[in-house]
């Protein structure tokens, strides 16, 4: 199997903000530990969200700025047009894992904290797999 560095680099990218997400989110998580399952579940689902995104697309855009410097107006269109869709799979199965089995984890009343943790964490590795493979499958990289 042969390594490509760009689906590497975004796949480190993901790792990072994961890290940075998911430890605020475990921190929104407990602090909001007081408020109805769903009320904590949607809540911290919105603040990893923000925190996510706001990372990725700075770091996307300091991987890519060279790159994209130097290619051809069209293929930029159609590679952005295959990332953006791949992330919205990915973003689908994300939702699809991670709300219930945070909303479950607090319902049985794992600690705020524990349970976003655990459910950010299968529902990352899930987001990444649906990710690479579509963006393997579209031939993005």
Known sequence: MKLNPQLLQINRNFLICFVISASLSAVSAQLLGD??????TTV???????????????????DNKERYKSMKSKLIRKELLSLISSF????????????????????IEIEPYLASLTSEIIATVCYMISVTI????????
């Open 88 to 107: 919205g799979l990915g973003e689908i199965v994300y939702l699809i894992i991670r709300w219930p089995t945070l909303y479950y984890f607090l319902e």
């Open 134 to 141: 579509f963006l393997r499958k579209t031939k993005t990289f």
């Open 44 to 62: 911290t689902i919105v603040i990893g969200y923000i925190v996510y995104f706001t990372i990725f697309s700075g770091l996307f855009y300091l």
């Open 35 to 40: 408020y109805e399952n769903y009320f904590n």
